[in-house]
């Protein structure tokens, strides 16, 4: 089966690498995750790959701490997810590099454009940890920012609800789920798929978004063949 897409960037949230333990790394879930990874990956798409923290940090939520220290936490965080998502990737014989983008030249290679680009048509899964390395941006942010940057075909958004809806589906039972939504009704009605500067950016250079439910990893593979799952936004 032919992929829908040649180059994506998957964004995964930390929380859904934790599975039902809440908080840090379920590898059996992670392991779930990578399978349909990979069968994309078989299947010839270009994979890159950002990753939250929140199963280990969320900076929000951290009172009285300096916001600029709590994010920098969160970098960390997110590095360290993407080498245990890297770690089973690499187990299945999936070529993979990290690159961050905060300087940890012992750990993974420093964010380069150029070289992730070249990673990518050379067949590799590349993962970037630590957002855009500033404080104040999501990596949501970092999501759009990447995608943009690799000029990826779309970007695909593995949340905990199976698509985006007009409210929160966990709270209220007459919430309704879109189909398909325009980028500027996201922004115009505060729908809650990601930060305003993540949307805008993803609007003002064409990114369609897929928002689907990582619960079943397998929607991955689905989003990547270009089945109709989830949300999509354009």
Same mark, same amino acid.
């Given at each position: 089966?032919?992929?829908?897409? #040649?180059?994506?960037?998957?964004?995964? @949230?930390?929380?859904? *690498? !934790?599975?039902?333990?809440?908080? +840090?790394?379920?590898?059996?879930?992670?392991?779930?995750?990578?399978?349909?990874? #990979?069968?994309?990956? /078989?299947?010839?798409?270009?994979? +890159?790959?950002?990753?939250? &923290? &929140? $199963?280990?940090?969320?900076?929000?939520? @951290?009172? =009285?701490?300096?916001?600029?220290?709590?994010?920098?936490?969160?970098? *960390? !965080?997110?590095?360290?997810?993407?080498?245990?998502?890297?770690?089973?990737?690499?187990?299945?014989?999936?070529? %993979?590099?990290?690159?961050?983008?905060?300087?940890?030249?012992?750990?993974?290679?420093?964010?380069?454009?150029?070289?992730?680009?070249?990673?990518?048509?050379?067949?590799?899964?590349?993962?970037?940890?630590? +957002?855009?390395? /500033?404080?104040?941006?999501? =990596?949501?942010?970092?999501?759009?920012?990447?995608?943009?940057?690799?000029?990826?075909? %779309?970007?695909?958004?593995?949340?905990?609800?199976?698509?985006?809806? $007009?409210?929160?589906?966990?709270?209220? @039972?007459?919430?309704?789920?879109?189909? /398909?939504?325009?980028?500027?009704?996201?922004?115009?009605?505060?729908? &809650?798929?990601?930060?305003?500067?993540?949307?805008?950016?993803?609007?003002? /250079?064409?990114?369609?978004?897929?928002?689907?439910?990582?619960?079943?990893?397998?929607?991955?593979?689905?989003?990547?063949? +270009?089945?109709?799952?989830?949300? *999509?936004?354009?």
């Amino acid at each position: 089966m032919a992929s829908a897409y #040649k180059r994506v960037l998957l964004k995964l @949230s930390g929380e859904s *690498l !934790a599975g039902k333990k809440g908080t +840090g790394l379920d590898f059996e879930v992670i392991t779930d995750i990578c399978k349909s990874i #990979k069968k994309a990956y /078989n299947a010839g798409v270009q994979i +890159g790959i950002v990753v939250g &923290g &929140g $199963n280990f940090w969320r900076g929000r939520s @951290s009172g =009285t701490m300096d916001r600029t220290r709590a994010d920098h936490i969160g970098m *960390l !965080a997110t590095a360290m997810n993407a080498l245990a998502v890297a770690d089973v990737l690499e187990s299945m014989d999936v070529d %993979v590099r990290v690159q961050t983008s905060i300087f940890m030249q012992q750990v993974a290679e420093p964010y380069i454009r150029a070289r992730a680009v070249r990673h990518l048509e050379k067949g590799r899964v590349v993962i970037f940890g630590c +957002g855009t390395g /500033n404080p104040f941006f999501s =990596t949501d942010t970092a999501s759009s920012l990447r995608a943009a940057e690799i000029e990826a075909d %779309v970007m695909l958004k593995a949340t905990m609800v199976d698509g985006v809806y $007009n409210k929160d589906p966990h709270k209220y @039972s007459d919430a309704v789920k879109y189909t /398909n939504l325009k980028l500027e009704d996201v922004l115009n009605q505060h729908l &809650g798929v990601m930060d305003s500067t993540a949307a805008a950016m993803c609007a003002d /250079n064409s990114i369609p978004i897929i928002v689907f439910s990582i619960e079943d990893p397998e929607n991955i593979y689905r989003a990547c063949m +270009g089945e109709n799952i989830g949300t *999509l936004v354009e």
